[in-house]
């Protein structure tokens, strides 16, 4: 059994209380701000000029004057905060779901070489009800109008009488409605905890017995799960990223952002079981399986790119206006974020991971392990941060905001994670191909 070191512990709890003071104190700085510092912002970002560039398509749609324009940059300066929060529970909540997934599919295909790291998948995974939390929280912010991040929401905008009477939403509002939403984020975070939860008492339940019937229940809920992450994953990108515009969408949206927390799952995985390997708790765990997962996270990185560039290609070269908003906004007020990640994401993986002999190479697997985290986060923080704040995030209470709810997530991510190995045996010996991953050999 796992031993959740007290230094360990101790660094978990000082980035939880460093995340929430920095996070305070950007709070604070945010929610000090008047309208007139607002307006003096809103005709700094559009170069001293009181014409407004739309950082959302929605914004075509309604009054044009000043007043509206600083209704709608109030909104998005005073959604810093839930947008910080947003951009990391979404991706730690996605990289414990797709650890799930990762898991299950090994259950599925009947894998041999990675029964040595299911525990560790498992530990990573139980991060989905925690996570959950955190979103329905943000949902209830957003359904009660403290928070804006979703423009949408906005009862008037479906009212044919308002003067911000927005016709496209009116035709999406039958799936684009506060009581159906609220439904489909129960059913995602209430269906996610149930399968983690189940998946994991089998596991536990198949040490003791070994018994082939409880492998089979165990196959036939990882196949379950295959088939609810499948659609429930596409559902969450729509509803907690791609909804912040409503105005825009993409097919292939949702399988780009699914992918980009499945790379960062797979370098999650990686780093917990180097850890464990480093401490002697873990000796089974050798150079052939970190040279898989670390396969795994050269691949998924560089799916990610295809995805990212077909994405982008595909809107560039039919160049629709309504289509390239998208894009517009964030080469206009995010170009240091937006083409930089593809360093971290697409490029250090490409010319670091290609070598096999890198691949294992656990200081080296690990490093990148750990950019390719910080690189999805800045992805996540590029899917969020334009549509919601607009051009308003160059500033130090943004920084704090930001940085403050990711060591925040990052203290607790590891807090729950750990917490969760000490309740499992690290080496699955129920597992029927628990002999095949101690013996495994990568053949090349």
Not at 407 to 419: A, S, Y
Request: hydrophobic share 50%; charged share 15%.
């Amino acid at each position: 059994m796992y031993s959740f070191s007290p230094k360990l512990r101790l660094y978990s709890i000082i980035l939880i209380v460093s995340g929430l003071v920095l996070f305070g104190i950007g709070y604070a700085l945010n929610h000090g701000l008047d309208g007139t510092k607002i307006s003096e912002m809103m005709e700094a970002a559009h170069g001293g000029t009181s014409h407004h560039v739309p950082t959302n398509s929605a914004e075509l749609v309604g009054p044009q004057d000043h007043d509206a324009h600083l209704e709608h940059a109030t909104h998005q300066v005073h959604n810093t905060p839930y947008t910080a929060l947003l951009t990391a529970a979404m991706l730690f909540f996605g990289i414990s779901a797709c650890a799930l997934f990762f898991l299950s599919i090994q259950h599925a295909a009947h894998a041999g070489w990675s029964v040595i790291v299911q525990r560790v998948m498992e530990a990573v995974a139980s991060f989905i009800p925690v996570g959950g939390i955190i979103l329905l929280i943000l949902t209830v912010l957003n359904v009660t109008g403290v928070a804006h991040l979703y423009h949408w929401m906005d009862s008037e905008l479906t009212n044919p009488d308002s003067p911000k009477f927005d016709i496209i939403l009116y035709e999406k509002s039958k799936f684009l409605n506060i009581p159906f939403y609220v439904v489909r984020v129960l059913i995602y975070v209430i269906g996610a905890s149930f399968f983690v939860w189940k998946i994991k008492k089998l596991s536990k339940k198949l040490d003791e017995t070994k018994a082939r019937a409880d492998y089979k229940k165990l196959y036939n809920w990882s196949v379950g799960y295959i088939a609810f992450f499948g659609f429930a994953s596409a559902a969450w990108a729509w509803d907690f990223l791609m909804t912040i515009d409503p105005h825009w969408y993409s097919s292939l949206y949702i399988w780009y952002s699914m992918v980009s927390t499945l790379s960062s799952a797979v370098a999650a995985i990686i780093l917990v079981a180097v850890h464990l390997k480093k401490k002697g708790l873990l000796p089974q765990f050798n150079d052939n399986h970190l040279h898989d997962l670390a396969k795994f996270l050269f691949a998924t990185s560089l799916l990610w790119t295809y995805l990212w560039f077909d994405q982008f290609m595909l809107y560039w070269y039919a160049n629709i206006p309504e289509e390239v908003r998208y894009f517009f906004d964030r080469f206009e007020y995010y170009k240091y974020t937006f083409l930089p990640m593809l360093i971290i994401n697409f490029l250090l993986p490409l010319l670091v991971l290609v070598s096999s002999s890198i691949k294992r190479n656990y200081k080296v697997v690990a490093t990148m392990a750990v950019l390719v985290i910080l690189g999805h986060w800045l992805d996540f923080f590029n899917m969020v941060m334009p549509g919601t704040v607009g051009p308003f995030w160059d500033n130090a209470y943004t920084a704090l905001l930001v940085i403050g709810a990711f060591l925040f997530m990052v203290g607790l991510f590891v807090f729950v994670v750990m917490t969760a190995l000490t309740k499992l045996k690290l080496i699955p010996t129920g597992n029927p191909l628990i002999h095949e991953s101690e013996i495994y050999e990568y053949p090349f």
